[in-house]
């Protein structure tokens, strides 16, 4: 198992019902826009269901992401999320036991791994734009445009939370956490996986590193601190190395 790295805690992903209701609005407003009022009154109203105590609230942004996803244009779609339209063709219903044996999935070079089956994947959510770890690959397909894709289990979630995913855009390798002596291996420039967390969301999202602020370390450990830009929504935010994963090279 890889290192340690600060839980993904938020259990607020859509219910099956607040997914209704979204497609509900899409099928009723093909044609208009929507502004930053539309999602925070959508939002509310979730937060404010009885199906809602007890769990963290929906972010205002998560709404945006799906009403999004959902309504991008066919060249710039995401086949992440199954268009009803677009037929696909299942290659094989039994459980994936390892990426490479699916050749739904893109190459990965095993110079560098000398067991593939040790290796842990991660997976972007269509439905926040955040990513999670996998705990399985369930089974895998083929659209007729020729994109692969597979389903996935979530880490901490159950079988309601089931995805199909694509393979080239939203599957790869575990990003890595830091100990406090490697900060110098994050640069500007570079691509991390960073903790974003606040009232309203606790989850992992892709961000740039903007600046690195070097300072000497004491006994705590690195007191680096990185300013990030999160690519979702190009939000920055100054934060410290506990919450920086750095991609595999």
């Given at each position: 198992?890889?290192?340690?790295r600060?839980a993904?805690?938020?259990?607020?992903?859509?219910?099956?019902?607040?997914?209704?209701?979204?497609?509900?609005?899409?099928q009723e407003?093909?044609?208009?826009?929507?502004?930053?009022?539309?999602y925070?009154s959508?939002?509310e109203?979730?937060?404010?269901?009885s199906g809602?105590?007890g769990k963290?609230p929906?972010?205002?942004?998560?709404v945006?992401c799906?009403?999004?996803?959902?309504?991008q244009?066919p060249?710039?779609?995401?086949?992440?999320?199954?268009?009803?339209?677009n037929e696909v063709?299942?290659?094989?219903?039994?459980?994936?036991?390892?990426?490479?044996?699916s050749?739904a999935?893109?190459?990965?070079?095993?110079?560098k791994?000398?067991?593939l089956?040790?290796?842990?994947?991660?997976?972007?959510?269509?439905?926040?734009?955040a990513?999670?770890?996998?705990?399985?690959?369930?089974?895998?397909r083929?659209?007729?445009?020729g994109?692969?894709?597979?389903r996935?289990r979530f880490t901490?979630?159950?079988?309601?939370?089931?995805?199909?995913v694509?393979?080239?855009?939203?599957?790869?390798?575990?990003?890595?956490p830091?100990?406090?002596s490697?900060?110098g291996k994050?640069?500007?420039?570079?691509?991390?996986?960073?903790f974003?967390e606040g009232?309203?969301?606790?989850t992992?999202f892709d961000a740039?590193?903007?600046?690195v602020?070097?300072?000497?370390?004491?006994?705590?450990?690195?007191?680096?601190?990185?300013?990030?830009?999160y690519d979702?929504?190009?939000?920055?935010e100054?934060?410290?190395?506990?919450?920086v994963?750095?991609?595999?090279?």
């Amino acid at each position: 198992m890889g290192k340690s790295r600060p839980a993904r805690t938020r259990d607020s992903r859509f219910t099956p019902h607040e997914v209704e209701q979204m497609e509900k609005l899409i099928q009723e407003s093909q044609h208009e826009s929507f502004d930053p009022k539309f999602y925070q009154s959508i939002t509310e109203k979730f937060n404010l269901a009885s199906g809602c105590v007890g769990k963290n609230p929906i972010h205002w942004e998560q709404v945006k992401c799906w009403f999004q996803s959902k309504r991008q244009t066919p060249k710039d779609r995401d086949t992440s999320l199954p268009d009803p339209s677009n037929e696909v063709i299942v290659l094989d219903d039994s459980p994936v036991k390892n990426m490479h044996e699916s050749s739904a999935v893109a190459p990965i070079s095993v110079d560098k791994v000398s067991d593939l089956s040790e290796l842990e994947f991660e997976a972007r959510s269509a439905k926040d734009g955040a990513w999670y770890d996998v705990a399985l690959f369930l089974t895998h397909r083929i659209l007729h445009s020729g994109e692969p894709e597979v389903r996935v289990r979530f880490t901490g979630f159950g079988a309601e939370e089931d995805e199909w995913v694509n393979v080239k855009r939203a599957v790869r390798r575990r990003s890595i956490p830091l100990e406090s002596s490697e900060c110098g291996k994050v640069m500007p420039g570079d691509l991390v996986l960073c903790f974003r967390e606040g009232e309203n969301l606790a989850t992992y999202f892709d961000a740039h590193v903007i600046e690195v602020q070097r300072r000497r370390h004491d006994l705590r450990g690195c007191r680096c601190t990185f300013l990030v830009r999160y690519d979702h929504d190009q939000a920055e935010e100054r934060v410290r190395l506990r919450r920086v994963c750095r991609r595999p090279s």
